[in-house]
């Protein structure tokens, strides 16, 4: 069924692409999120014949992201979808934390229009910035995916399409930064044209789950406490030990292998499990965590302790 809205939203965030330098030839030593999403979008021509609104939700370099921001860009998000005129929303983000931003806009939305997430590994002074390029073929793949069936929240970097449980940043400083891993990207962007190369035609950003809403309603304040601790070659239990004694709800723990651990850190969390603190391990392939990366699945946890909703 051919989509009839036309409208695409784009919410800045940030990031390097809106990062500023003193010289054109400097793409290390610029400063993120310099440039506001209004500017932004007059740097790239080609956007001028698209019916495009744009709204600054905040301005931060992405690591420096917060659950407070979350919320915020989730409840933006929620509002503009529910618009029946708009056939996608674009967020500019930086990469840092992009993969994690996706994962949570997919799990509290489950959104069924295409919510499109694209950054730069270069700033918007540098003679060869791909941020333009990059929210160009973000814009397109808003107004299509619909068509193409790749609804839900995706990434698009270097002309390639994500899924958001899928997408990773793979590399510090490439242009092809991201990756899927062994799932591969979902579709390209080949100029300006969608074109997708997932087998079923369906953006498996977390499956069918249903979203949980539950963040975008609860105070920041009273989200639960999930943090990642690393087993490693002679790893301790000390970290473990002193989360629990400052509180922590829940504890993501990056294994070793297919999901192995230190014994002494393993210890000190059978420990901290039988205290009440919610423990959960991730590595490729493990049950539980599945194919999720530990910022990933520290998400899922955190989302899971979340106090419901008032009736």
Known sequence: MQNSASLVVVLGTGGTIAGTAASSSDDSGYTAAQLSITQLLATVPGLARVQIESEQVAQID???MSHAIWQALGLRVAYHLARAEVAGVVITHGTDTLEETAYFLQRVLAPTKPVVLT??????????????????????????????????????LHGTV????????????R???FSSGDAGP???VDNGVLRSLAAQGVAPASGHLPPLTAALHCP???????????????????????????????????????????????????????????V?????????????SPVKARIELMLALMPPIAP
């Not at 994500?162 to 400083?173: L, M």
């Open 162 to 173: 994500h899924g958001a449980r899928q997408v990773r940043k793979a590399h510090p400083a």
């Open 62 to 64: 992405s690591k420096d």
């Open 175 to 177: 242009l092809d930064a």
């Open 220 to 278: 920041v304040a009273d989200w639960p406490r999930v943090e990642i601790v690393v087993s490693h070659a002679g790893a301790s239990g000390a970290v473990v030990r002193a989360l629990c004694a400052d509180g922590v709800d829940g504890l993501l723990v990056a294994a070793t292998g297919n999901g192995t651990l230190h014994h002494e850190i393993e210890a000190a969390l059978l420990t901290a499990q039988a205290q009440g603190v919610a």
């Open 186 to 188: 979902l579709a390209a």
């Open 280 to 292: 959960r391990r991730s590595a490729q392939g493990l049950p539980g965590a599945g194919d999720l």
């Open 119 to 156: 950054g730069a590994m270069r700033p918007a002074t540098s003679a060869q910035a791909d941020g333009p390029c990059n929210l160009l073929d973000a814009v397109a793949v808003a107004r299509q995916a619909t068509d193409a069936g790749l609804n839900g929240v995706l990434a698009v």
